[in-house]
């Protein structure tokens, strides 16, 4: 059992940046995949970015490429998510996911651990 907490969202102005942090517990850090989704209420939850267990492999939606980045730290059982070039579209609620498998996801059900969520706003 994996557990996951966000931390890092706020409000940013437009152009600006932020970092989400992703700290896991209860479990070995390295077998899993880790993934970053968002979701507005009344959409479906949305592939942001994931990331292999190595860290050596990155993908990202093609809203966010170019603008965000994803990392982890495997000795800290971290996972990062640095957003920047900020957009009023990029405000919803971001969430943290583990799988445990070998091959990153972008389908919410793949992925078997999340954390509670992180509101990200940014104004215009």
């Known amino acids: 059992q994996v557990q996951l907490v966000e931390s890092g969202g706020g409000l940013v102005q437009a152009g600006g940046s932020l970092r989400l942090s992703c700290a896991a517990s209860?479990?070995?850090?390295?077998?899993?995949?880790m993934g970053w989704f968002r979701q507005t209420p009344g959409k479906e939850r949305e592939f942001v970015a994931g990331?292999?267990?190595?860290?050596?492999?990155?993908y990202y939606a093609d809203s966010v490429k170019g603008r965000f980045t994803i990392s982890r730290d495997n000795a800290k059982k971290m996972v990062y998510l640095q957003m920047n070039s900020l957009k009023p579209e990029d405000t919803t609620v971001y969430f943290c996911a583990a799988r445990q498998s070998t091959v990153v996801a972008v389908r919410p059900l793949d992925y078997d651990y999340w954390g509670q969520g992180i509101q990200v706003t940014v104004s215009s």
């Open positions: 990331i292999s267990r190595s860290g050596v492999s990155t």
């Open positions: 209860g479990g070995i850090f390295s077998i899993y995949v």
